[in-house]
């Protein structure tokens, strides 16, 4: 039987860990919300984006270029990057872990398929969650400060479009954990570079051509880059707004398992004093018929 | 017959339903869209966009470079960044500006630098237009 002053130790320490975690899930439930701001204009900007370059997709044979631009029209090659996002921190449930082993299975189809892959990880914690054998594969580890998301993914695409066209790889992919609903976020691997139409645009055949002005290649690129910023920003916060909704699910049924465990240890620590006083009574009831 | 008229920026998104015609800051000069107008983009220069509504003008906003994806019954405009031109005090876009220049002296990488001078200047022009504005 353990003894009561263990008890009132175990209680008070499980106690000062719900504090913790409910602490945490207030703050995960404030960036939640900030988050969520984020991720929906992200998207809006993301689509309004979409629909030019469906648009410029589509017509990109009546446009006068010197050359086929290869971000639109793609390369042919056996390297390929793989752009994974995940968090900075843990404690979010299966958020770093879910991400990590679907990206492991992602590579598994590249290399199976003959194909060289590269990865960049935005996030700490990605890589720690790759197949051991995968991690030799990780080329670069970025973490990104949550203020200054756009100005950081301008940069870093930026880099990415100069390594693609210096042939460090000719496709890319990005992976991230997309938002469904605040129970649920799915793992999700979307091509990035060549730049793809959507599939409403696809399936959309009666499009008008455009007429685009200036009808030059410069203003094909600044589409094109300003897209591929969008894309992954909206990623970003996409991925943002999923972490920060695990952790609130995380922490709300850490609290919660921790309020059971006091009850349940509560209940035995009342017990244990219980039956020491009743023992102590029988000690003196017997002492005093005895004598 | 009337325009739905979106600007988007990676921040924030405002739509007005039924407007009757916008002017855009067009890189080759100010493009007027009125409803039906042929389905186009265009490249878009720091300026001020104005919203008119049966002959009032409803809103003006100041934008950053971005581009305008124009259909008969919609136009979209996608800018890095927008303000409502009569919240806007000047000042702002003087401190973004200095902040921009700080940023850029602690800088050692091409790529970084090369984003922060683009940044520069079209925050300079959106600052020229906003004193030419408020001149007025």
Known sequence: MANLKDLRKRIQVVKSTKKITSAMKLVATSYLKKAEGRYHSGLSYRNG???????LCRNLKAIDTEKENELIVGRKGDKCLLILLSADRGLCAGFNGNIGRYASKRIQVLQEAGKKVHVLCIGKKAAGALKPNHKQLVEKIISMPTDRHYHDVSILVEKVIKDFYEEKFDTCEVIYNQFKSILACLPRCEPFIPVQPS???LQNKNQDLYDMEPMDDEFVNKITTKYLVAHLYAAVVDSQVSEQSSRMMAMDSASRNAEDLIG???LKYNRTRQSIITSELIEIISGAEAL | MTLI????SPFT???HDSVS???LPGADGMLGVMPKHATCLVDLQPGIIKIYKNKDILKR????EGVANITPERCTVSVEEFHEIDDLDPKVLEEDIKRYHNDLAGVDIEVEERILEAKIKATEKMLEVARQH???
């Open chain 2, 13 to 15: 998104t405002i739509e």
């Open chain 2, 61 to 64: 906003y100041i934008t950053h």
């Open chain 2, 21 to 23: 015609m916008v002017t």
């Open chain 1, 199 to 201: 599939k409403e645009s």
């Open chain 2, 5 to 8: 008229f979106q600007i988007v």
């Open chain 1, 49 to 55: 984006f979409q629909g030019v370059v469906d648009r």
């Open chain 1, 264 to 266: 349940k240890m509560e």
């Open chain 2, 134 to 136: 408020f001149k007025k």
